[in-house]
């Protein structure tokens, strides 16, 4: 069947408030959506993907390098930074069967789904917490941090943009790349993913060696920008596992 043949496919004149209704539906009905939209309109203080994109195992290579490097049946302590709705929690799982794993992001609604997806499948060693920072986290308490498209805005990849400090400041980042430092153990992974800024380019780079890079195949790469929150053209960042040093 065409779309010119079915009789339900709206006229341009109807598709507006069509994709209007629609919103209101969703914006009613979905309190992780509604959340985003107001991060996306009123952005909070420390607040920086405000979308909440995300798939299961969507970083298999890099999670298998993590396992493979910290070891897969150690009772580890990992933390899941801007977990969105869960699936990253729960495929980490998958990779480490016998950790403790902590999700925090700073959409509530997000929150709310991954844990009616823990009610459905209870595991003690899993727990989710609505935060926008690892300021509440124990120094020195974790083995693995896993960050992924999380430190960057949506927007910044439009046509155009030469500055992110009207969507995301540098400083920002880098205060949270701080908290990452304090909050990882001796010789602990840091993961990063999809990032408007490289790990290299702040203070808390100085304490951390590079283990594994992946060039970007396939995956929409993400615009760098510098310390002074100015686009970096052409310049690409493969650098995605960092060890902190002892």
Not at 2 to 20: E, M, Q, W, Y
Not at 78 to 101: H, M, Q
Request: include cysteine; charged fraction near 25%; proline fraction near 8%.
């Amino acid at each position: 069947m065409t779309v010119s043949d079915r009789s339900d496919v709206p006229s341009p004149s109807a598709s507006r408030p069509l994709r209007a209704a629609r919103l209101a539906w969703r914006l009613l009905r979905d309190p992780a959506y509604r959340h985003m939209m107001r991060l996306v309109r009123w952005p909070k203080r420390g607040a920086f993907q405000p979308f909440s994109d995300t798939q299961p195992d969507r970083y298999a290579g890099i999670f298998k390098f993590a396992r493979d490097t910290l070891g897969a049946d150690r009772p580890l302590d990992i933390l899941s930074f801007g977990c969105a709705t869960g699936e990253e929690v729960f495929s980490l799982r998958r990779y480490f069967p016998n950790a403790r794993i902590k999700g925090i992001d700073i959409n509530p609604g997000n929150i709310a789904v991954a844990c009616a997806r823990l009610a459905d499948a209870p595991d003690a060693s899993i727990s989710f917490a609505v935060d926008n920072s690892t300021a509440q986290e124990p120094a020195a308490g974790y083995d693995a941090i896993f960050c992924m498209a999380v430190l960057r805005h949506g927007s910044l990849g439009a046509p155009g943009v030469a500055r992110c400090d009207h969507l995301l400041r540098f400083d920002d980042v880098a205060r949270a790349c701080d908290g990452f430092h304090r909050c990882l153990k001796p010789g602990g992974l840091l993961v990063v993913r999809h990032s408007n800024f490289r790990l290299r380019d702040m203070p808390a780079g100085a304490h951390f060696d590079t283990l594994l890079s992946m060039p970007y195949r396939g995956e929409r790469k993400t615009p760098l920008f510098g310390p002074d929150n100015r686009l970096m053209p052409g310049v690409e960042d493969p650098d995605a596992v960092f060890r902190k040093r002892g």
